[in-house]
């Protein structure tokens, strides 16, 4: 087996002005595409995604680094491909299942009840988890209802690619290819702005994939303490 490499701080300090880079970038874009009369606002933007895309793919995937570096790249990643959707919607919904979980979040914390009627998107009444979570951040952070809804997509956003990780490394996969299919999911078209709207498929899809990691773990847990404890956590999400 090959060595461990240790990330340094030379690798560190580059990875950060990357990333800061990256984001600079892409909010460069963004701003550039309101005048823009041509493609350029495009290059930009990619080139800003290819700035971080890269390393974070080469070092996570092609160099024996360390679990823990590993996670922290992967969470580092997720957080960065929130920036473009997020500068799209600071202040409020874009997207139209985003009014309608908004609408029904501010109803829940207005009356406490979990099941109001929405006429805009009515299905939402039947699934309430993401307003349930988002009231309860709200209650703790005191943050605004959006801003509170926005930290939960986050975090959600954020776990998918760990545990897309932790399911490659418990069927069997390596380090570097678990890293690797954590890093190709996250290349798929809806991750970073379908997934990313306040709607509840984006809480919904990060806890299917907890519940495909729940089962393999009490599959192949070796104690009963153990396999309970992943059917529960299973069975809970």
Request: charged share 10%; hydrophobic share 50%; glycine share 6%.
């Amino acid at each position: 087996a090959k060595p461990t490499v240790h990330v340094n701080s030379k690798v560190k300090g580059y990875l950060i002005v990357s990333y800061v880079l990256g984001a600079m970038l892409i909010a460069f874009s963004y701003n550039n595409a309101h005048h823009s009369v041509s493609y350029l606002h495009f290059d930009i933007f990619w080139l800003g995604m290819a700035l971080v895309a890269i390393p974070t793919t080469y070092w996570g995937g092609w160099r024996c680094i360390s679990s823990r570096a590993a996670v922290l790249l992967l969470i580092s990643y997720g957080i960065f491909t929130f920036i473009p959707k997020f500068l799209m919607s600071i202040s409020g919904p874009i997207f139209f299942d985003e009014y309608g979980h908004f609408r029904h979040a501010n109803a829940l914390l207005a009356n406490g009840n979990i099941f109001n009627s929405n006429p805009y998107l009515p299905i939402v009444r039947y699934f309430p988890g993401l307003s349930l979570v988002t009231v309860g951040v709200h209650e703790v952070t005191r943050l605004s209802i959006w801003h509170s809804g926005q930290i939960v997509i986050l975090l959600a956003h954020c776990s998918v690619l760990l545990t897309i990780f932790s399911i490659s490394k418990s069927i069997g996969l390596s380090q570097r290819a678990s890293y690797i299919a954590a890093m190709a999911y996250s290349f798929n078209p809806s991750y970073m702005y379908f997934d990313t709207q306040y709607a509840y498929e984006s809480l919904a899809l990060p806890l299917a994939f907890f519940v495909v990691l729940a089962c393999i773990r009490a599959r192949k847990s070796q104690t009963s303490r153990s396999s309970i404890f992943w059917m529960t956590t299973g069975a809970i999400a």
